[in-house]
């Protein structure tokens, strides 16, 4: 098995999917090439209409265009994709339409993480949920801004909204003791229902 597919087999399990299809090797090379974007970026998430001001709906092509080839491209079923931008955002398209997005401190695993060296435009971007949930964000904030739309599946959180799920994962803060204020907000997946 060579490296390049020892990697997107990381990448795939990783992302949470089940299996990862073959791509053309045309459409990888197409997809995949870091870009530099100077373009200051809002911060800004509203899980039902866009992502830092990028509508749901927009084609990968468009989504290109504006913001330069991905770090990495992966082909999740045969309707679904991810383009990897930098080491902590994958955006999901469904039938080449932008469907959702993952965002972590690491879409890779710790050693793969490290040895991206691409800077995307939503490297240093500090998100904020439309609601006032951020990055920054503890499980007493979750719990006093979402009220009873909070669920806990296992060790993660999630609320829906009138088209999006958003999944928030979060890290415990193992000094901080066993309370609220040290479960705090890792990561994120919006996807559009």
């Known amino acids: 098995m060579t490296l390049a597919k020892k990697i997107m087999k990381i990448i795939t399990f990783l992302i949470g999917f089940a299996f990862l299809a073959t791509a053309s090797a045309q459409d990888i090379r197409d997809k995949v090439v870091p870009a530099a974007v100077e373009e200051q970026l809002p911060n800004l998430i509203d899980p039902d209409v866009s992502i830092y001001g990028i509508p749901f709906g927009v084609s990968e092509d468009e989504f290109i265009v504006r913001y330069g080839n991905a770090t990495g491209y992966v082909r999740i079923t045969p309707h679904e994709s991810g383009m990897i931008y930098g080491r902590s955002h994958c955006f ?102």
Not at 121 to 132: A, K
Not at 138 to 151: A, F, H, S, W, Y
Not at 157 to 180: C, P
């Open 92 to 193: 999901f398209f469904t039938d080449g339409k932008l469907s959702g997005v993952r965002i972590t401190s690491s879409i890779f695993d710790w050693s793969v993480g490290n040895r991206v060296s691409s800077i995307s435009p939503f490297s240093s971007i500090n998100w904020n949920l439309d609601n006032g949930l951020s990055r920054d964000s503890n499980l007493t904030d979750m719990k006093r801004i979402l009220g009873d739309k909070l669920v806990k599946d296992g060790p993660q959180y999630y609320y829906q909204t009138d088209t999006a799920r958003v999944d928030i994962e979060v890290a415990h803060l193992t000094t901080a003791g066993d309370i609220d204020g040290a479960w705090r907000v890792h990561g994120l997946i919006i996807r559009k229902r």
